[in-house]
């Protein structure tokens, strides 16, 4: 399998809403994106499926020397390499790749957060970073762009946040600030334990609102001269935002028992329009 195919099959089978923004590209950006995303998929799963913390912490610590190794002209990885071409063609920073590691460790340090301000750091290293390097990708010509995908990244992982929250529980982890839950009346024992309530439901509208807004602050910081170029971040901003709205359509509390999700018929459609609107 070439180290391309390898990104690709770990795409498609992440079954990830990203996957179907990715279709629309030429070549090149599309397969330096899939690459990207690949990355992302390795280091992520260490910290989600990995029991043992030493042992994360170890292949994390891997993650970092083959970084490094990739930018000495040395990858050992298919996805390292497949990452190869992409780095000098966009102009992708080592210390961005390098940041995302970072966000990923954290995961093996805390499963709480004490308030908001902590929380943005966790989600500028695991997504925001990751809106700076596809942005590279994708092409602009305006730094006002780079706004737009800090707020992007974070918009798209607080809706991961808000969708996730029964299945985090589980792995007792909490990413709804600490503090938040004491503003609304919500223990911790109440997500852990999936316990419905309108305390819940106002506590995760309010994450719903917060995301909104992040989304609404990305699509004004998109300059009009880099909207074609960013058509992919566009269309994943579709998908996402469609998720959100339907999470809290049928009442936000459900994501304490259920995984929502769209059918991937609607993905595609929502790609498509997307793509022709821009």
Known sequence: ?????????????????????????????????????????????????????????????????????????????????????????????????????????????????????????????????????????????????????????????????IRDVGEDARRDRIYLPQDELARFGVSEADILHGRRSDAVRALLEFQIERAEDYYDRALRNLPAEDQRAQRTGLIMTAIYRTLLREIRKDGAEQVLNARISLTPLRKLWLAWTTWLRY
């Not at 590209?25 to 280091?43: G, N, W």
């Open 1 to 161: 399998m070439t180290p391309q195919a390898y990104c690709q099959e770990k795409a498609a089978a992440s079954g990830s809403s990203f996957y179907y923004s990715f279709l629309f590209l030429p070549k090149p950006r599309r397969e330096a994106i899939t690459a990207l995303y690949a990355f992302c998929r390795e280091v992520d799963d260490i910290a989600d499926e990995c029991s043992d913390a030493a042992i994360a912490a170890n292949k994390l610590a891997w993650w970092r020397s083959e970084i490094a190794n990739l930018y000495a002209g040395k990858p050992q990885h298919p996805v390292s390499k497949a990452l190869q071409p992409a780095i000098a063609s966009y102009g992708l920073a080592e210390e961005h790749f390098q940041e995302i590691i970072d966000g990923m460790g954290m995961d093996l340090q805390q499963n709480r957060y004490a308030d908001f301000k902590s929380l943005q750091l966790y989600c500028y290293r695991v997504a925001s970073v990751v809106g700076l390097l596809s942005v590279a990708i994708f092409g602009y010509s305006n730094r006002q762009t780079l706004k737009y995908a800090h707020d992007l990244g974070m918009a798209f992982q607080l809706t991961n946040i």
